[in-house]
């Protein structure tokens, strides 16, 4: 990885209660970072530190970091009827 902006997207994905973070650079390389919250801000602030540290020790990376973060989730509603 070159030493210019690199821009990552981390997508945020719900289930079951806790949320998942995955992330891929812009050009579609799979970082393997995953990590899992019950909180969403408390995940968007564990990638921030984490992610920084991954690319410096498993690709040399040490440049600035444009995060892009994608959220999903679903929910089920189960109507009660009246």
């Known amino acids: 990885m070159g030493r210019n902006s690199l821009k990552c997207i981390v997508r945020l994905t719900w289930d079951d209660g ?10 579609a390389e799979n970082i393997g970072l995953t990590l899992e919250s019950g909180s ?22 040490k440049g600035d970091i444009k995060l892009v973060f994608e959220a ?5 509603i189960k109507r009660i009827a009246s």
């Open 18 to 27: 806790v949320w998942y973070s995955k992330a891929v650079t812009d050009t």
């Open 40 to 61: 969403f801000d408390a995940l968007i602030e564990r990638v921030k530190i984490a992610l920084p540290e991954m690319l410096e020790l498993n690709f040399g990376y």
């Open 72 to 76: 999903e989730r679903d929910e089920n």
